[in-house]
């Protein structure tokens, strides 16, 4: 059965994940429902589940609408932000594993950005063009990682050190295009690194062309994304503060 995976550009920067098998869909962080239920029935597919990593409202603003459209999908989310996130009908922690499209996936705390952030992680799969993967929200970004809202250093630097343990090729499905911003920032801070300034040239003509430059892989973060480089929660810190001033500059 064919399997593929989509990545849907919607509002400024948000990317909704949405992986197929056969004629069922499974969507990841819907942060508006039109686009996405018009990308769903122009193929005549149907919506199963929608996996929810945190309860911010440009991940989950969409969940609402689709369920008109679909009211039988699972809505698959962390059991600590039930109050936040009213809608699901599957409770996680970490630890747990859900099974869609005839897939397992594992459920990660990665809580930093907000307390009860989680990511669905694919180990593994026969589908080559899915591949291993992991749903990972606004914790891990490509050449970056998510604000600290409501966790503490600490807990950002024991989240991406949890990615961080994943298999190389395991494919980064973040869900905003920061990578270009992130890339260049991380120039600023390091100018001799030579592998982060060749990404940076590369992430540059893919948007220059239009092109989305998601997902990353985890082999990718590790050698140029500076956070997933810290060695201790104190440099991570020094690094988010960085990172905010020169944002707000």
């Given at each position: 059965m064919h399997s593929a995976l989509h990545a849907l550009p919607v509002l400024q920067d948000n990317v909704v994940w949405i992986w197929i098998r056969g004629k069922n869909a499974v969507v990841v962080?819907?942060?508006?429902?039109?686009?996405?239920?018009?990308?769903l029935t122009q193929r005549a597919l149907c919506l199963i589940a929608i996996l929810q990593t945190h309860h911010h409202d440009d991940h989950i603003g969409g969940t609402?609408?689709?369920l008109q459209y679909w009211p039988d999908a699972e809505v698959i989310a962390a059991a600590a932000d039930h109050s936040r996130i009213p809608l699901q009908t599957i409770s996680v922690s970490d630890g747990d594993t859900v099974n869609v499209l005839g897939r397992r996936l594992d459920v990660?705390?990665?809580?930093?950005?907000?307390s009860a952030h989680i990511a669905f992680v694919l180990q593994r799969c026969e589908d080559q063009d899915i591949g291993p993967l992991v749903f990972c929200g606004d914790t891990l970004f490509a050449g970056g990682c998510g604000r600290l809202f409501e966790g503490t250093p600490q807990d950002?630097?024991?989240?991406?050190r949890r990615l961080a343990k994943l298999p190389d090729q395991t494919r980064v499905c973040c869900a905003h295009e920061y990578t270009e911003a992130n890339l260049r920032w991380a120039i600023e801070?390091?100018?001799?690194?030579?592998?982060?300034?060749?990404?940076?040239?590369?992430?540059?003509?893919?948007?220059?062309?239009?092109?989305?430059?998601?997902?990353?892989?985890?082999?990718?973060?590790?050698?140029?994304?500076?956070?997933?480089?810290?060695?201790?929660?104190?440099?991570?810190?020094?690094?988010?503060?960085?990172?905010?001033?020169?944002?707000?500059?």
């Amino acid at each position: 059965m064919h399997s593929a995976l989509h990545a849907l550009p919607v509002l400024q920067d948000n990317v909704v994940w949405i992986w197929i098998r056969g004629k069922n869909a499974v969507v990841v962080d819907p942060a508006v429902a039109d686009p996405v239920q018009q990308w769903l029935t122009q193929r005549a597919l149907c919506l199963i589940a929608i996996l929810q990593t945190h309860h911010h409202d440009d991940h989950i603003g969409g969940t609402p609408k689709l369920l008109q459209y679909w009211p039988d999908a699972e809505v698959i989310a962390a059991a600590a932000d039930h109050s936040r996130i009213p809608l699901q009908t599957i409770s996680v922690s970490d630890g747990d594993t859900v099974n869609v499209l005839g897939r397992r996936l594992d459920v990660m705390d990665v809580a930093a950005h907000t307390s009860a952030h989680i990511a669905f992680v694919l180990q593994r799969c026969e589908d080559q063009d899915i591949g291993p993967l992991v749903f990972c929200g606004d914790t891990l970004f490509a050449g970056g990682c998510g604000r600290l809202f409501e966790g503490t250093p600490q807990d950002m630097h024991q989240a991406l050190r949890r990615l961080a343990k994943l298999p190389d090729q395991t494919r980064v499905c973040c869900a905003h295009e920061y990578t270009e911003a992130n890339l260049r920032w991380a120039i600023e801070r390091c100018p001799e690194d030579i592998a982060i300034t060749k990404r940076y040239l590369e992430v540059q003509a893919l948007r220059r062309r239009g092109r989305l430059s998601l997902p990353s892989s985890i082999g990718l973060e590790r050698r140029t994304n500076l956070f997933m480089q810290a060695k201790t929660a104190e440099q991570l810190a020094d690094l988010r503060i960085h990172k905010d001033r020169w944002h707000s500059a």
